[in-house]
């Protein structure tokens, strides 16, 4: 690490990259490298559509972290949260996730088959961003979120949980509130992924959470 400090590639539900010692359950990347020789972060903060959310050990690969002219390793607490910066499932370390996801993708489309990784990708990439590059925010109501839904309560990012509303830290949840049962809620995670979670697909959930509620 440059300096003995934690490497800029720590993802936040709202699609932010930090520099923290935690590492998370969960890395993915976004296409390639946004890091330069020194491993620093560029201004870059994607290479293409393909925001990959993987499993840490795979065939027992080994990577150096941030190597030269190579894909950017970014970590995630949990899935729902690598679901709420706007990635999905790899096609390779985690085919059976990603065919279920895209399974039910296109179920919830009324398509006959699954989806594809090109309209997948072209749809998520719509919605996890505006025309200035910042993360897009939408409405939903709270009522109607399933579990490991993202939203913004008290301008904090919260994960949806039961009946209560968990409270995101890199290290883990830290607090839960009650779930309001009806109103208008700030939705972090992008609409068509929801409509995956909304068909059964249950997002990996740190351990913090069940401690919490």
């Known amino acids: ?23 998370g359950t969960f ?14 972060l560029t201004r870059k903060r994607w290479v ?36 709420a910066a706007g990635h999905r499932p790899c096609f390779e370390c985690r085919y059976k996730d990603f065919m279920r996801f895209a399974g039910l993708w296109g179920a919830a489309r009324g398509l006959q088959g699954r989806g594809y990784v ?20 939408h409405s939903a ?28 830290s890199f290290g883990g949840y830290v607090k839960a509130h009650p779930r309001p049962a009806s109103g208008e809620a700030v939705l ?3 609409p068509s992924t929801l409509t995956v979670i909304e068909a059964g697909y249950a997002p990996a959930i740190h351990s913090s959470a069940y401690m919490l509620v």
């Open 1 to 23: 690490m440059p300096g003995n400090k934690p490497l800029q590639n720590r993802m936040t539900p709202l699609g932010e990259i930090i520099a923290t010692p935690e590492r």
């Open 27 to 40: 890395f993915g990347n976004r296409g390639g490298p946004l890091h330069d020789d020194s491993k620093h």
């Open 48 to 83: 293409n559509q393909h925001w990959l959310v993987c499993v840490l050990d795979f065939r027992n690969r080994q990577r150096q972290v941030m190597s030269p002219r190579r894909y950017t390793e970014l970590f995630f607490l949990d899935e729902a949260v690598a679901f």
């Open 118 to 137: 090109k309209e997948i990708d072209a749809l998520l990439h719509a919605e996890r961003l505006n025309s200035d590059r910042s993360k897009r925010l």
């Open 141 to 168: 109501n709270y009522g109607s979120l399933p579990d490991g839904a993202y939203v913004l309560f008290d301008d904090k990012a919260h994960l949806v949980f039961g009946d209560h509303l968990l409270e995101w």
């Open 188 to 190: 972090i995670t992008p």
